[in-house]
């Protein structure tokens, strides 16, 4: 097999072989397909084997692989230059369109991947409070910056603990945890820490801890408390950004937060994320204000093209959201009618989980190589979602469906 010989040779080149942990399968118990193609839903290896990927790069791939129309937009603007480290009219129409379709982005900048997004946010959040300490939740994933690797602490109104080595506990400390949809922990933390907290940074669904869904009220409870305490909500809509509905998240569920940060489909499939909210907060950023904030490659014209060439198509469809969602829906009720009490199978949207009941690790391993052997690519983890996109099909959906009743 091609894919075993190059991560044999990736091994000893790369950390672990690969350029990002969670491709390393070890999770699993397997080791990676390096992949040679995509197109729609489905996904080649180096091995010329086709999976339906259900990991869509982790949620860009919204539109399916390769989409004529982005990867058009992507070779036209190739043809100018790949970057010019100056502003280009297309990052003028991107804020536009960021505004029209998510109306608290009052104004926004772009950078290179969620995590500096999220990272920007909060720096700019703690510019504009002139408060140091920030509040998030044990099962949020926010990028790999010092201050979102943290673990909750020893006790619940104490900073958190670092969650990776590198990073200094005196960063860590001004972190504080909450579990998630737990809104007294947050009163809480709030009546030791009130006047100290910038913000509250949240992922309106919890997509990278399985897929936990905010409970009833519990989005609504952290815009109150965030405002009677004069500190700002952020949400990381780096997933359910463009993906629940065209306003993200904030639309869905309908409230809305001070800053938020898209990543993953903002960009398309090339390296693009977003950071904004309100002109008042973002008024903090240099060049107009203290909060420094930079970047080579941010607003590239490639990754703008692709970014704008997909926004544009999913505005241009208005039945698109709907249509994704049935296929969420499919796909979760199939499931839960094979696996009854076996598992529970979370869903919003296009973004749903499988979680076993029993022995969740080693069952969800073998659920996944399962998988694999029946042309099935899914996130070679329990704590990722399942991404669906606008390529795929019914059988497609029932394929999983039917390996779920071969699934002992
Ligand atoms: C993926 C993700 C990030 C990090 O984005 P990168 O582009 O991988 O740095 C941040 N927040 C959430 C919610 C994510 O899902």
């Not at 999976?51 to 949620?59: E, K, T």
């Not at 972190?175 to 998630?180: D, Q």
């Not at 007294?184 to 936990?212: C, K, L, T």
Request: proline residues 6%.
């Amino acid at each position: 097999m091609k894919s075993d010989e190059l991560f044999e040779t990736a091994c000893g080149l790369m950390p672990g072989g690969v350029n990002s942990p969670v491709r390393a399968c070890r999770r699993v118990g397997a080791t990676p397909r390096f992949i040679a193609s995509a197109r729609g839903s489905h996904i080649t290896d180096v091995d010329g084997i086709e999976y339906v990927d259900y990991v869509c790069s982790w949620g860009p791939a919204i539109l399916g692989h390769a989409h004529p129309a982005v990867v058009e937009a992507v070779r036209e603007a190739a043809r100018d230059g790949l970057t010019f480290g100056a502003p280009t009219p297309r990052e003028v129409e991107m804020a536009a369109l960021l505004r029209e379709l998510v109306p608290s982005l009052e104004t926004s900048r772009m950078v290179c991947s969620g995590t500096e997004a999220v990272m920007s946010a909060v720096r700019a959040a703690r510019g504009f409070t002139g408060r140091d300490d920030i509040v998030k939740f044990a099962d949020c994933y926010h990028g790999h910056s010092d201050g979102m690797l943290v673990k909750a602490g020893s006790g619940a109104l104490t900073g958190a603990e670092p969650d990776s080595a590198g990073v200094p506990a005196d960063y860590a400390r001004h972190t504080l945890v909450a579990p998630y949809n737990d809104i007294e922990a947050v009163e809480r933390i709030f009546a030791a820490h009130g006047s100290d907290i910038a913000a509250v940074v949240v992922e309106p669904v919890a997509a990278n801890a399985g897929v936990i869904l905010p409970k009833p009220g519990f989005l609504e409870a952290l815009r109150e408390i965030t405002s009677r305490h004069g500190a700002l909500l952020i949400f990381d809509e780096v997933i359910t950004g463009f993906r629940l509905a065209l306003g993200g998240a904030q639309e869905y569920y309908g409230v809305t937060p001070d800053l938020s940060t898209f990543g993953k489909i903002v960009g398309g499939g090339m390296p693009a994320a977003v950071y904004g909210g309100r002109a008042d907060v973002m008024r903090t950023v240099a060049p107009e204000g203290p909060v420094y904030q930079a970047g080579t490659l941010a607003g590239n014209p490639l990754a703008t093209a692709a970014g704008l060439a997909t926004l544009r198509l999913l505005k241009a469809d208005p039945d698109i959201y709907a249509r994704l969602a049935a296929k969420g829906e499919r796909l979760a009720r199939g499931l839960r009618e094979v696996f009854g009490a076996r598992a529970e199978v979370p869903q919003v949207g296009s973004l749903l989980s499988v979680s076993f009941r029993d022995d969740p690790d080693v069952t969800f391993a073998r659920w996944w190589r399962l998988l694999l052997s029946r042309g099935i690519y899914a996130a070679p983890s329990r704590f990722e979602a399942m991404f669906i996109s606008d390529a795929h099909t019914d059988d497609d959906i029932d394929l999983v469906i039917e390996a779920a009743k071969e699934f002992r």
